[in-house]
């Protein structure tokens, strides 16, 4: 009986210190992505991290998706992109100081009314 309360209690004591003084690498998963042009990318993420849906293929920069079979679509972000480019080409930066003046010339009369 002597002897087993001895294990029990070395047991108690070592084992956390053990296991610090193997110095284990943080846990990780590794997760693997391919872009619209075949490139395979593998990004590693420590295990209390949630791997994005999607990373940037670091070949091209298209988007690289976890789905081998179907990679995110590169033509799917161009016509967000020309969208984005023809919203920031009508709002040029006349236009922008045109409605800031309409604006105040508003708050103006507002207040000598
Ligand atoms: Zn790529």
Redesign the pocket.
Known sequence: MASGSAIRGTRVGSGPMSLAERGQPAPRHRVHYW?????ETEAAFSAEVLEPETWD?P????P?GQDREHPPDRQRTEPYKTHLAYVKERRSDAEGELILAEALARLRQRRAG
């Open positions: 872009c619209a042009n075949g490139h293929c070949r091209c920069g298209l690289a």
